[in-house]
């Protein structure tokens, strides 16, 4: 049976952790107490006890010296029991009345109660200040949601309004003609809620058409204006309903929205960044008096503005069941730790009072939490899953899989015949003299780069399963942190998988493509290439297999990071940017495949066509560059919406690197001693800089005044050792750029190797660097109490002078 501790803190909420009844606190009290009482008892066993004594003198002082009489041992009795009857009688008469906590005698009994009173407040404040931020979140939601139906309401009806008196009109003419469409109702989409009034528009169709536009346009903006006041949103400044209505007429029906609110959706991506940037245009026009009621609603905002309601309901139900679960845990652990204390102690009126109280708390009764859940459950089911319950708690409450044995049993098969083929592939190459100094170059060279960027793939996949393992172990969440749905997100038994399934292909290959060679085959270059086409028709494989969720979150993932700064920069984001940084050797792999292969190199050209031309090697030099410049075009689309200088200063580094990258590659060109110093102060200056935003930044470390030396104050890690450890590890993979200054005299292959290894762990490097920085990431969290992300709404009012 596993211990209620264990399962208590396997249970909690890792982010409202310090908000949790410190159960082992309260524990480590209890065992003072036990330990006391049984020092007490061993003391006080060889000795009289001061009842017996009384007694004796009594039996002496009535003249009974000489023996004992029957009822001795019912006056010992009465006697031993007579002060702890007297002692609870006063209690009673000093705490019947005010209804406050027994105290007990006892230092470390009364230690105790202090504590878990302490607690007991502890968890009260944080459930209703909880309470307090949900209940208001939820009222706010629910207001937008009844605003989101009634625009989509009173839009549908008149849609369907517009195009019956549209048909009519059209029957009623003697030559047909194609209306315009209406200002409001576009055939777009775009439902102008504006006095963005169009010439053309005033001119072109039939005088009964315009008529129609102009009571439809009155009578839609009567409507929509009737619909937001009722969901308390005030018109500050505007006309009357009548006046509204007559510049409505005035307008040629336009649709007006009051310009004190607006959907206000964040600019995420470059489509959203240009429809915001129009706005911006039109309230200009606003402001310089071209138009007073400049707000519109395009089709798209009002889908964007349900996903954004969605999404913000998804969050609040996951507080919510938080929250439950809260309640729930901290309402067991009272009752668990007081059983243990009354156990002990013998202090069962007091327990018994503290037990009461805890009941009467409000995170034990209040059931405002259980309601709002309930009715959040009933919207979600009536407005976004069209009554399914299965889908709509598909949304609400996602599971995660459980782990099945096939996935182990399928990452031993892969693992051990991986090995299998590398052994006979390796026995192969060298019967073959391919690795000799007199060995193959072409072959090598194709082989080297195929083999290192899929060998590069499977790594970082490796050391990813060993972050998820980690990061599940300490549990830090990292679902959570990146936004991942827990129905889909990898495990490490997953990313185990995937590496392993990736190298056993490859080396497979590898083994057909030898044996190809060997028999004079002239198609066995051909072999690697097919290995890619494979590997990118995988990767963009529409159907659900090999993990689509992922595949699919992880192009979405590259896109964001391809034309940075459009798209909105979040912690997945940068955080793949950052993996990117370290892995610029196999992009530079990725290039002589890609020229090798889909330039026909490997029918016509030698392999020399794809290093030895000028265009390569700028197109590497660029190559370089680019997951520096993604990382810092990211910085500054962070800096514009956050004003944080900090990411000016992240910027900053990524520049410096690729100065020192620029510097590098110069030296190559040109190797003379004013090079090989700007090398050593450049690439020096982008250590020192890199190495500081790593302990400092990125990991949290060398707190000022930290109780932990140069570290931080809060670590999960129980063993401080490991992370001084991790920190010269960092220092010193830091320093790899040393080699390319050396010049250390080797043959190819041994410079092949060299490089490999040296890629290899720049990214063990990084895999080690990952799980500090989520440590770090996870810890912000807890000091924030962030435990559900916050969904901006899309319905805001402006503020009005």
Not at 367 to 372: A, C
Not at 709 to 715: G, T, V
Not at 729 to 740: D, G, I, Y
Request: charged residues 20%; hydrophobic residues 45%; contains cysteine.
């Amino acid at each position: 049976m596993v211990k209620f501790s264990r399962e208590y803190d396997a249970s909690i909420i890792p982010e409202w952790k310090p908000a949790f009844v410190d159960y082992r606190g309260l524990k480590k009290l209890i065992k003072r107490i036990k330990v006391e009482r049984r020092d007490a008892d061993d003391s006080s066993a060889g000795d009289s006890s001061p009842e017996t004594a009384a007694l004796a003198a009594g039996v002496e002082s009535a003249g009974y010296g000489a023996g004992f009489s029957v009822l001795d041992p019912v006056r010992a009795l009465a006697a031993r029991f007579a002060p702890r009857v007297q002692a609870s009688m006063q209690d009673d008469e000093e705490s019947g009345d005010s209804g406050e906590l027994v105290r007990s005698t006892d230092k470390h009994e009364r230690e105790f109660l202090e504590k878990a009173d302490e607690e007991l407040e502890k968890v009260n404040t944080f459930y209703a200040t909880q309470e307090a931020e949900l209940l208001g979140r939820g009222e706010a939601l629910i207001d937008q949601l009844r605003i989101l139906a009634d625009v989509k309401r009173i839009l549908a009806d008149h849609a369907a309004t517009r195009r019956a008196r549209g048909s009519l009109l059209g029957r009623s003419r003697s030559m047909p003609a194609v209306a315009p469409p209406s200002p409001a109702f576009s055939g777009s989409g775009r439902y102008l809620l504006s006095g963005l009034a169009t010439p053309q528009s005033m001119s072109d169709g039939s005088v009964e058409l315009q008529q129609a536009q102009m009571t439809e346009g009155a009578a839609v903006a009567d409507e929509v204006m009737a619909a937001l006041e009722r969901n308390g949103v005030s018109f500050v400044g505007l006309p009357g309903k009548k006046d509204a209505k007559k510049e409505g007429s005035g307008r040629g029906g336009r649709l007006q929205l009051p310009s004190t609110v607006r959907i206000d959706i964040p600019a995420s991506n470059p489509g959203r960044a240009a429809l915001k940037v129009w706005e911006e245009l039109v309230n200009v026009l606003r402001k310089d008096g071209a138009d007073p009621a400049a707000a519109f609603v395009h089709r798209k905002k009002v889908q964007h503005a349900e996903k954004n309601i969605r999404d913000a309901f998804m969050a609040l139900y996951r507080g919510l069941e938080l929250l439950k679960k809260f309640s729930s845990l901290n309402v067991k652990a009272f009752t668990k730790i007081l059983k243990k204390f009354v156990k002990v102690s013998e202090q069962q009126r007091a327990t018994d009072l503290f037990s009461q109280k805890v009941k009467r708390s409000s995170f034990s009764t209040s059931d405002k939490v259980l309601q709002l859940s309930d009715e959040v459950e009933a919207l979600f089911l009536k407005h976004f899953a069209g009554n399914d319950r299965m889908v709509a708690m598909k949304y609400l409450n996602p599971q995660q899989p459980k782990n099945t044995h096939m996935i182990t049993f399928l990452v031993g098969l892969f693992t051990g015949t991986f090995v299998s083929l590398f052994i006979i592939y390796a026995i192969l190459a060298h019967v073959s003299g391919i690795f000799a100094s007199t060995g193959n170059t072409a072959y090598m060279e194709v082989v080297y780069h195929v083999f290192s960027m899929f060998a590069l793939i499977s790594l970082h996949c490796f050391l990813y399963g060993c972050n998820l393992f980690m990061w599940k172990s300490t549990r830090i969440n990292q679902n959570f942190i990146f936004d991942f749905a827990p129905n889909t997100a990898l495990t490490h038994r997953d990313a185990f998988l995937m590496s392993a399934s990736i190298m056993c292909t490859v080396v497979a290959a590898l083994v057909i493509n030898l044996f190809l060679r060997n028999a004079g085959a002239s198609y066995a270059n051909a072999v690697p290439g097919g290995l890619i086409v494979l590997s990118a028709g995988l990767l963009l494989c529409p159907f659900n297999v090999f993990y689509r969720s992922t595949r699919y979150c992880f192009m979405r993932i590259m896109r964001n990071i391809m034309f940075s700064p459009f798209y909105k920069v979040l912690m997945a984001d940068f955080f793949m940017a950052d993996q990117l940084t370290s892995q610029i050797p196999l992009l530079r792999h990725m290039e002589f495949a890609a020229c090798y292969f889909m330039a026909g190199s490997f029918r016509a050209n030698p392999y020399e066509t794809c290093t030895t031309s000028q265009q390569y090697k700028h197109l590497a030099y660029v190559i370089s560059f680019l997951p520096y410049y993604w990382r810092a075009m990211q910085c500054l689309r962070r800096y514009i919406e956050e004003h944080d200088i900090n990411q000016l200063a992240n910027a900053g580094k990524y520049v410096s690197a690729m100065v020192a990258a620029a510097v590098r590659f110069k030296y190559n060109v040109t190797p003379t001693p004013f090079w090989m110093w700007m090398v050593l102060i450049s690439s020096s200056g982008a250590t020192v800089y890199q190495l500081y935003w790593d302990f400092v930044k990125d990991w949290g470390f060398f707190t000022p005044k930290s109780k932990n030396l140069w570290l931080r104050d809060d670590l999960i890690l129980k063993n401080k050792f490991t992370y001084y450890i991790s920190m010269m590890l960092n220092l010193v993979l830091r320093l790899a750029w040393a080699q390319s200054v050396m010049k250390i005299r080797i043959n190819k292959n041994e410079t092949r190797l060299l490089d490999f290894s040296l890629a290899s762990l720049e990214i063990i490097r990084r895999g080690h660097w990952n799980f500090y920085r989520l440590e770090n990431e996870h810890l912000n969290n807890v000091g924030k109490f962030r435990a559900v992300k916050t969904v901006p709404l899309p319905f805001r009012e402006l503020e009005t002078d």
